[in-house]
């Protein structure tokens, strides 16, 4: 068996095992979690663990989220094809590339240099190039290309960032973790005729979002 096929089953297995069990029953995120190369995002190291139920490190003391809890915040976002996306939060480029398989655009903003600098390279190398990324503190979010029809956080804030709800479109939704720095209640944001209205998800344990409306440090 080469290496290809081991993982191409890994990811088949990630879905039946992990996502469906849980509720994720959205047909264009299945489809998205079976297509995006997940071991491509993280250390050559961790390739072989990049599929199990947990989140891995991907080095500046950041995380890759678990499968399940990006295939929940994407089935969260209630994409339909062909919407524009903002992300928060990097990372490793593998929530945007997720995102990418479904959306029109994804933009996506991360604050440390080396993640991002990696995370560029594979979307080069899988010619995903729908996504649009820089460096920045996202809690401001991307003003020159509001609004968008969805946002997703993927780092843990003490609030939802004024700037992020101001750049939602409206009909639109937000996935944002808010808590401590410890635990975090993920929430998805409604915007509709104007309204907000907020449902909260479950709890989750991410890292910090930090910046201008996140934690100092
Ligand atoms: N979405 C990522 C992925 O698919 O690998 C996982 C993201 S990791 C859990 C959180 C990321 O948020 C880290 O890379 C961290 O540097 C970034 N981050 C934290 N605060 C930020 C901010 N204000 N602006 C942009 N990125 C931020």
Redesign the pocket.
Known sequence: MNHATSYDIKRERMVEEQLIPRGINDPLVLEAMRTVPRHL?VEDAMAARAYDDHPLP?G?A????QPYI?ALMTQALGLKGGERVL??????????AVLSRICDRVYT????DS?LGRARRVFDKLHYHNIVSRI????IGWPDEAPFDGILV??GGPKIPEPLLAQLADPGRLVIPVGDQAVQELQLVEKKDGELTVHPLEYVR??????TH?WDS
């Open positions: 995002f991907i500046a950041q995380t890759i989220s990006v992300e928060i939060g990097t990372g490793s480029g593998y929530q945007a903003i991360e604050r440390i993640l920045d503190d996202g809690t993927t780092a991410f890292v910090s979002l930090i910046g996140g």
